[in-house]
């Protein structure tokens, strides 16, 4: 009889506490079957937070989830976890998409905001699914193992906080159990007639002496205090926690697979319990290592206030291949990449063999160099055509002031960046497109400044006005060939072992007459193939630019 009453006053506090809601756990399920999906494929997900934009460590927990659906052939969706509406930043759902398909690892469920949606297990908005929650909130009153709490953000605390003194005085372990918790059915009317608001919160059945076992993918067996605390499942406003939410969405939605931050580790307790509570059986999870950035001999984690670098508009707006940046991304994730790269150089990244099991377990360091490195390769193997377009296509949203001329002399463009591309040893000075017109700027304009030293601007101008005799751009043999006599001539070394031998003889050798010409035409000591560039600008606008020096 006492169980029966009981069971009755659970019902009539369900109901009591929400009247409106009609859906039902039972309904609700039939509505999300599970998944027939081939033995071993993973169902993975990436639910990023609209409150913020998209940032390389938002992208290294999408990159690692939709690898593991990729080489498992399973599916990979996203789901936007949007009930913080206070913080929500407009455009951020978009924008995250928008980020997803640019770098080549398109969720197969999604939904757009106010637009289409793809995938059967939707909403795919938390925001939308209110409703669902409230169900299982109801549930687990109706249950025994939730109850409301009346407490705002100050009342109960001091309560608390006195219990807990008084506990760690004679050391006994601490277990923070709402005020609310044993509140009667007449109190509780009694409040909400008075208009009070409240909580929804797990009664929670774990106790800080007991341990609780999980495992995580790359972690292993994890064994941590059981979860003791009454957390809020569904707050004042009838939106739920990401605890909450996480789990209802996760079990019905039929992720096997969630990756996160390893912040998270504390957290996964209470996630235990909230799973158990529904009757879910809990998700595995992979909590990955945070990335890092070094400061002198430290290490610190990334800020996303500090270090632009670590917002994904960064690479974007600079203009670095994604390509490069999805090949740096699974090298910080896994060192094992980079000997693969080394014996695969013309293989696509997305065909190496990648293993959950081995994901660096010590935090990454974003190291720009390595990504500059990288993005280089990658870009050497490029086309020219294909470096037109890469470039075209960020300037259209980038360097809008660049577009017109890229247009109107696209025969041009390409064939400058073609100097020393398509060839069994591409040159390797590229790693943005942000960086073409800076780099290349003596193509389009007469250098004013040079690369020479004050001391040796005589022998420079000597050089130059010397040049303008043997000047021959009809094959490049020709072209050296002339070079060497005219070097010979002056005083400079034709024979570079008898350079070496006897350098006080000689004003310099033909690399150094072929450094002036260089600079006189460029600017630089360096650039790529000096007869490629001179046959491009052609003979009228080389011996220009020498004029101006000799």
Not at 451 to 478: A, C, G, P, T
């Amino acid at each position: 009889m006492k169980l029966k009453k009981k069971q009755e006053e659970l019902l009539k506090l369900s109901e009591l506490l929400f009247p409106n809601n009609k859906l039902t756990v039972e309904e609700i399920e039939k509505k999300y079957p599970k998944r027939d999906l081939p033995v071993g494929a993973q169902v993975t997900r990436f639910a990023p937070s609209p409150t913020g934009f998209m940032h390389l460590g938002n992208f290294f927990q999408a990159f690692i989830s939709s690898t593991i659906a990729r080489i498992s052939n399973g599916v990979f969706f996203l789901r936007n976890e949007d009930t913080d509406k206070k913080r929500e930043i407009s455009g951020a759902s978009d924008y995250v998409l928008k980020v997803l398909f640019d770098y080549g690892i398109k969720p197969m469920e999604y939904e757009q905001k106010g637009g289409v949606t793809v995938g059967e297990y939707g909403p795919y908005f938390q925001s939308e699914r209110i409703e669902i929650y409230k169900a299982y909130a109801k549930k687990l009153v109706c249950e025994g193992k939730a109850f409301p709490c009346f407490c705002d953000k100050t009342e109960g605390i001091e309560e608390i906080k006195e219990q807990r003194e008084k506990k760690y005085a004679i050391g006994v372990v601490i277990e923070e159990k709402d005020p609310c918790r044993n509140l009667t059915l007449e109190q509780i009317e009694e409040k909400i007639k008075a208009g009070k608001g409240f909580a929804i919160r797990l009664k929670s059945s774990g106790s800080a002496t007991n341990r609780v076992e999980f495992f995580d993918i790359l972690k292993g067996k994890i064994s941590m205090e059981e979860n003791s605390k009454d957390v809020v499942l569904l707050k004042n406003d009838g939106l739920p926690t990401y605890h909450f939410a996480h789990a209802i969405d996760d079990t019905l939605m039929g992720t096997t697979v969630v990756v996160r931050g390893e912040e998270w580790l504390p957290s996964t307790p209470v996630h235990v319990e909230i799973f158990n509570a529904l009757g879910f059986k809990p998700v595995t999870y992979l909590h990955n290592p945070l990335i890092c950035i070094k400061e002198g001999d430290k290490k610190r984690k990334v800020s996303k206030r500090k270090d632009k670098e670590f917002a994904m508009s960064f690479y974007a707006q600079q203009g670095y291949p994604t390509e490069a940046v999805c090949e740096y991304v699974m090298n910080l994730i896994n060192s094992g990449f980079e000997m693969w790269r080394k014996k695969n150089p013309n293989l696509p990244y997305t065909e190496y063999k990648f293993e959950p099991l081995n994901i660096t377990a010590s935090s990454p360091v974003l190291d720009m160099d390595k990504l500059n490195d990288i993005s280089k390769d990658v870009i050497s193997k490029y086309t020219a055509s294909q470096c037109y377009e890469e470039l075209l296509a960020w300037a259209r949203e980038y360097s809008l002031e660049n577009v017109d001329y890229l247009i109107k002399d696209k025969e041009y463009v390409t064939k400058v960046l073609n100097i020393d591309r398509e060839k069994p040893k591409p040159r390797k000075d590229i790693y943005k497109w942000s960086m073409f017109f800076e780099l290349f700027d003596y193509m389009f304009s007469t250098p004013t400044k040079l690369e020479i030293e004050e001391e040796r601007k005589k022998d420079f101008e000597h050089v130059l006005r010397e040049y303008k005799k043997w000047l021959n751009l009809s094959s490049k043999e020709v072209w050296f060939d002339n070079i060497k006599k005219m070097a010979e001539k002056l005083g400079y070394a034709t024979d570079n072992k008898e350079f070496k031998a006897n350098p006080e003889k000689f004003k310099g050798n033909v690399a150094t007459v072929c450094e002036y010409i260089r600079i006189a035409i460029t600017g630089h000591k360096n650039s790529p193939d000096l007869y490629e560039i001179m046959t491009l600008l052609g003979e009228k606008q080389v011996l220009e630019r020498m004029a101006e020096f000799a």
